[in-house]
T-cell receptor, first 112, second 114 residues
Framework: ETGVTQSPTHLIKTRGQQVTLRCSSQSGHNTVSWYQQALGQGPQFIFQYYREEENGRGNFPPRFSGLQFPNYSSELNVNALELDDSALYLC???????????FGPGTRLTVT | SQELEQSPQSLIVQEGKNLTINCTSSKTLYGLYWYKQKYGEGLIFLMMLQKGGEEKSHEKITAKLDEKKQQSSLHITASQPSHAGIYLCGADIRSGGGADGLTFGKGTHLIIQP
């Protein structure tokens, strides 16, 4: 049990729609990272938030955006969903930048 | 090509046997993390290594980071059914500060045969 929770567990959306995924970090953790994991692959880094500001970004288009709130919760928003966005989305919180990251259980997104 | 290569891709081991999983990078590993994942679930943190030559153990699992900080190995002694799953290595290979997130290998699928 990492203390990191994500909602919803599963989600089915239609191509072109928008989706918001939520994450609750461990209390006191000021850094949250989001990853996308396609079937059979390792997680791919989307972006990281540190003290409510984007701190780094992977090779994902601007339609992937995020927010981090003072209460240790965060969101991943994806606009104009594409079929290839179907994946397991993982958030990971850490005490600070460069510290070990603790992952949530993930949200399984299916785009039809 | 994959920046972080894991080998083998899959492994079937008889219960009670030892096994080793490797993780190799052409770049310096600023922080090497080992995680375990059950199919379709989140990642469970196992160990973090930062210094060249560092070795850590937890229960029957030992992880090492080589002196050059470009290769790590995960060794399981006397494997049990509870060890089955996907083992992932993740590393900060770009900046050393973690701002670019972790780069992961594709994982090693471990099956334990009774």
């Amino acid at each position: 049990e990492t203390g990191v929770t994500q909602s919803p567990t599963h989600l089915i959306k239609t191509r072109g729609q928008q989706v918001t995924l939520r994450c609750s970090s461990q209390s006191g953790h000021n850094t949250v990272s989001w990853y996308q994991q396609a079937l059979g692959q390792g997680p791919q880094f989307i972006f990281q938030y540190y003290r409510e500001e984007e701190n780094g970004r992977g090779n994902f288009p601007p339609r992937f955006s995020g927010l981090q709130f003072p209460n240790y919760s965060s969101e991943l928003n994806v606009n104009a969903l594409e079929l290839d966005d179907s994946a397991l989305y993982l958030c990971a919180s850490s005490l600070d930048r460069g510290y070990e990251q603790y992952f949530g259980p993930g949200t399984r997104l299916t785009v039809t | 090509s994959q920046e972080l290569e894991q080998s083998p891709q899959s492994l079937i081991v008889q219960e009670g046997k030892n096994l080793t999983i490797n993780c190799t990078s052409s770049k310096t590993l600023y922080g090497l993390y080992w995680y375990k994942q059950k199919y379709g679930e989140g990642l469970i943190f196992l160990m973090m290594l930062q210094k060249g030559g560092e070795e850590k153990s937890h229960e029957k699992i030992t992880a090492k980071l080589d002196e050059k900080k470009q290769q790590s190995s995960l060794h399981i002694t006397a494997s049990q059914p509870s060890h089955a799953g996907i083992y992932l290595c993740g590393a900060d290979i770009r900046s050393g500060g973690g701002a670019d997130g972790l780069t992961f290998g594709k994982g090693t699928h471990l099956i334990i045969q009774p």
